[in-house]
């Protein structure tokens, strides 16, 4: 969801595999899912309203959340530049302090670790591609229990989204086609981020956005995520 600065390489840490890893013969054609973070597999709002909070009176703003939350998932300097904010290197910093501080408010939506699990064990591969520098990923992801293939966050060079970039290059950590994959967002710079990879996508209403035209599919909870992968259109050989 936010996007503090621009992706490029692989971030990965245990348990994700290291730089260069090659995939598993086996694994070369399974179909493939990658994720958001927040607003998907975690309620990161209470922690983004606090850290907003905090900026909001270090720096005597008056931009309310609501306005910052519309553009969520943009690079954070392109968020300031719609807000028409300046001294965007010290927001930053105060921002992600502070959202530091607040990450015990975050929580995992009801279902999340379970349906990853049961996709796991349907041997699709999971993925996170994120807008959450890895150092603030890393702690939320490993509450879920869950071993991701690979998680592309913003460290580095590289556009984020709406770019395609870090699907594209997160299925080339795994060796996949894009015709493997399928991008489970919740915000509009996500489906035009999974449109521009070529890869499909499912909107989760469980999270903070609403899709955009021309409508794509919807899954109301992480249970219906489940239902859609496994009985639905999203079956492997036909994910798009």
Do not use: C
Not at 28 to 47: M, N, Q, S
Not at 77 to 96: A, C, G, P, Q
Request: charged residues 25%; hydrophobic residues 40%; proline residues 9%.
């Amino acid at each position: 969801m936010e996007n503090l600065a621009m992706p490029s390489r692989p971030t990965h840490s245990p348990p994700y595999p290291a730089d260069g890893a090659s995939p598993h013969r086996d694994a070369e054609r399974a179909p493939v899912l990658l994720l958001d973070l927040d607003g998907v597999l975690v309620d990161t709002r209470p922690v983004m309203e606090s850290a907003w909070r905090r900026v909001q009176e270090d720096h005597g703003l008056d931009v309310p959340f609501e306005e910052y939350a519309r553009h969520l998932g943009r690079p954070f300097t392109e968020i300031m530049s719609r807000l028409d904010l300046v001294e965007v290197e010290k927001i930053r910093h105060t921002y992600e302090k502070a959202s530091t501080d607040f990450s015990h408010l975050a929580r995992q939506f009801d279902g999340t670790a379970e349906v990853l699990h049961s996709l796991a064990a349907a041997d699709w591969r999971l993925g996170v591609v994120t807008s959450k520098p890895l150092d603030r990923a890393d702690p939320l992801l490993s509450r879920l229990g869950v071993s991701f293939a690979t998680v592309r966050t913003p460290d580095g060079v590289g556009r984020g989204k709406p770019a395609p970039d870090p699907i594209l290059l997160a299925l080339v950590d795994l060796g996949a086609d894009p015709s493997d994959a399928l991008y489970v967002g919740d915000m509009a710079v996500d489906q035009e981020a999974a449109h521009r990879a070529g890869v499909s996508y499912v909107h989760a209403g469980w999270g903070y956005g609403r899709p955009v035209g021309p409508a794509p599919v919807i899954a109301a909870s992480p249970a219906d995520l489940l239902r859609l992968l496994v009985t639905g259109p999203f079956l492997e050989g036909s994910l798009l």
